[in-house]
């Protein structure tokens, strides 16, 4: 099985509302554009944020946050590419 | 008594030539699998019928079962010709994957023929001149990952002779019992979107041709939740034509890692435009008509990419020569636009286009392409300022990527590319002065963006 290092944060942009409740939670991996909307670290999340990345997801009020295994989340939605 | 159904699947072109104009002519085989075009009957501009289709090509050479067409796919080489060049066999084989995990619902097969990008009409040409070869295709990529549906999709408004002589075609082939899977002729709204693939499957399943987020992949979960392989009509030509004379055939032409043919639609500076059918590798100055050609191309449409006439004619038509430009060969757009137009009134007309086509939904695409048409019309106009080169790049920047579609990074590659063609024009209007002399708009674009709910279903 994957292990947990192989995830990787993903924003559904259809979903996400621009609340930055998960910027707050993890802003060493998803900041803020001008915008409100969030810009998400596509680097598979260190076993150290690991719980921080998983506060964030259940944070978000509409789920649009998703830790995926690394093989799922397009290379290009990184955000950050 | 041979039926079309069992015809040879590896019949030699140059015993069988594809044109029949091509018979008698000096030269060795090879020449012949050479020979150009391989899609486009020669000569006629009326719908080639299914007995000539017939008499010429033989009838879809039928595997007998689902994946054995992979095999060939996969040496031939072939990539979609839709605009993203992704290998047609690992599609084949994420569906067949698919089918075999979910044993629910068989998988979908849907002939991309939404063409939705303005300046493009070589999937229309397709359609209309060589309906058959697109519908042999579609069969035999239905058999080879087992598919029960088919279903062919067209531009809505463009398609209006298309549809009709699609719909005799598709009498024509239920006539003759050629075909092992039905087939239903959908039409795609007339959306810069709509031939997106999860727009598309989003809009046969009843819904808007929007974009979903993805993933699922639509390969895993898309039509009906069926595993749907969405393919460009011209792609599964190219399928139809490598199931009858294999992947040594279809590697005749073309480039070692980017063989076959593509189909083109280049629009000249003198506003004479044409189909025609090339080799990837092709040189661009052949196709731009000649090295000395002045002004401004633009490659790949409206999510593609403008370069100087003088640098793109030292280039060639696939992905290798033109990465390098930042650009790639798209769907086969080549537009060389006249030196009496100003690039970048163009460039943010089209940009205002392209910010009213998105479909909003995401919160990067729905901030940022407004504002990067905003800023191009500024830069399009006298005087602008100097902080707006600099906010269409940050913006750019800023939504590359971020979109449940490809369409703002289209649209930023599109934008950027145009701030360094132009970027000697850009200097006079810095000082009030633009170098067009014709009022005349060069580039199509389509008059009326979506108002309502309607407008995208
Ligand atoms: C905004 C947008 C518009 C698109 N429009 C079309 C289209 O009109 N026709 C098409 O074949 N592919 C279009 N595509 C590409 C499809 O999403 C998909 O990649 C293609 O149909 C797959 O077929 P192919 O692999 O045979 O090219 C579009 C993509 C985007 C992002
Ligand atoms: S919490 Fe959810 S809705 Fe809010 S910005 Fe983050 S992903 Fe978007
Ligand atoms: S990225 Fe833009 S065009 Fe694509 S689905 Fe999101 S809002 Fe629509």
Redesign the pocket.
């Known amino acids: 099985m994957s292990e947990p290092t192989a995830n990787r944060l993903l924003v559904n942009p259809i979903e996400c509302s621009g609340h930055g409740a998960c910027a707050e939670l993890l802003p060493e991996m998803i900041t803020t554009d001008e915008w409100g909307y969030p810009m998400v670290d596509g680097r598979p999340v260190p076993p150290a944020l690991e719980r921080d990345a998983r506060r964030a997801v259940s944070a978000c009020p509409v789920l649009a946050l998703r830790l995926v295994p690394a093989e799922v989340a397009p290379e290009a939605r990184t955000g950050r590419a | 008594m041979t039926s079309p159904m069992t015809s040879a699947a590896h019949d030699e072109p140059w015993e069988e030539p594809l044109d029949p104009t091509a018979r008698g002519v000096p030269g060795d085989g090879r020449r012949a699998a050479r020979w150009l075009p391989r899609l486009l009957p020669r000569g006629t501009d009326v719908p080639e019928d299914l007995r000539a289709h017939v008499a010429r090509y033989g009838g879809p050479p039928y595997r007998g079962a689902a994946q054995l067409l992979v095999g060939d796919v996969r040496a031939a080489g072939l990539?979609?010709?839709?605009?993203?060049?992704?290998p047609?066999h690992r599609?084949l084989a994420a569906v067949l994957d698919a089918a075999r995990r979910s044993r629910y619902s068989r998988p979908v097969v849907v002939a991309?023929?939404?063409?939705?990008?303005p300046a493009?009409e070589k999937?229309a040409t397709l359609l209309w001149l060589a309906p058959h070869l697109v519908l042999d295709g579609l069969q035999l990529a239905a058999e080879a990952v087992g598919a029960d549906q088919a279903i062919l999709c067209v531009?809505a408004h463009r398609g209006g002779d298309v549809g009709i002589a699609l719909r005799r075609a598709l009498a024509e082939r239920d006539g003759a019992q050629i075909d092992k899977v039905p087939v239903e002729l959908a039409e795609?709204p007339p959306r810069?979107?709509?031939?997106?693939?999860?727009?598309?499957v989003n809009r046969l399943g009843g819904g808007p041709a929007l974009?979903t987020f993805v993933p699922p992949r639509v390969t895993e979960r898309g039509l009906g939740n069926a595993p749907t392989l969405?393919?460009?009509?011209?792609?599964?030509a190219h399928l139809a034509l490598i199931a009858r004379y294999g992947p040594r055939w279809f590697r005749a032409a073309g480039t070692e890692l980017e063989p076959g043919s593509m189909l083109c639609t280049l629009r000249r500076a003198d506003g004479v435009s044409r189909i025609t059918e090339v080799p990837l590798g092709t040189p661009l100055c052949d196709l731009l008509g000649g090295r000395d050609v002045e002004g401004t191309v633009l490659v790949g449409g409206y999510?593609g990419t403008w370069i100087p006439a003088g640098k793109a004619a030292a280039l060639t038509l696939d992905s290798q020569s033109l990465r390098g430009a930042g650009a790639s060969p798209g769907?086969g757009i080549l537009i060389t636009l006249p030196p009496t137009a100003c690039g970048l009134a163009e460039t943010a007309r089209v940009a205002r286009y392209l910010a009213l086509e998105s479909a909003g939904q995401c919160g990067p695409c729905l901030n940022g392409l407004p504002r990067i048409a905003g800023a191009l019309d500024e830069l399009a106009g006298p005087r602008p300022r100097r902080r707006t080169v600099e906010d269409v790049q940050r913006w750019a920047g800023l939504v590359t990527g971020r979109g449940a579609?490809?369409?703002p990074d289209?649209t930023a590659r599109f934008v950027r590319s145009a701030l360094i063609a132009f970027a000697g024009e850009l200097g006079l209007h810095e000082r009030g002065r633009c170098s067009a002399t014709s009022r005349k708009w060069f580039l199509p674009v389509p008059a009326d963006p979506a108002r309502t709910e309607e407008d995208w279903m």
């Open positions: 990539t979609g010709r839709g605009g993203a060049a992704f047609v599609k991309n023929g939404a063409e939705s990008e493009s999937d531009h795609a810069f979107l709509a031939g997106q693939e999860t727009a598309l974009p969405v393919q460009n009509v011209e792609t599964l999510h769907a579609c490809h369409h289209g």
